[in-house]
């Protein structure tokens, strides 16, 4: 799961990040903008996946970090490893997931 701020998506960073997040087997991108911050054009999380899918990488949009958290839940298998990537707002998905996971979900 990698939380994108339009901050980081709308500069150079972008490319490298995305060449990393391209190589995992599957990532899960959730949109975050911080208050009063206006989303940029072309930079957002449904955009990312579009240019990382033409790349031929397994990713999913998820409008919410409780669907993100939903989608992994439902996928993750025995022995996988999962990532919570990004700022403040998505660290506590982690910890979401390991009890959700734990109850058998």
Do not use: N
């Not at 449904?46 to 790349?55: E, F, G, Y």
Request: proline share 4%; with cysteine; glycine share 12%.
């Amino acid at each position: 799961a990698y939380e994108i701020s339009t901050r980081d998506w709308s500069s150079d960073v972008c490319s490298s990040d995305l060449q990393v997040l391209a190589g995992a087997d599957w990532a899960v991108l959730v949109d975050v903008f911080g208050p009063g911050e206006e989303p940029v054009s072309g930079a957002g999380a449904p955009d990312i996946a579009a240019r990382m899918r033409q790349a031929g990488a397994h990713v999913d949009y998820c409008s919410s970090k409780c669907d993100a958290i939903a989608l992994i839940a439902a996928h993750a298998r025995e022995g996988d490893i999962v990532l919570t990537l990004g700022g403040e707002d998505i660290r506590p998905c982690g910890a979401e997931l390991v009890d959700l996971l734990g109850r058998g979900a």
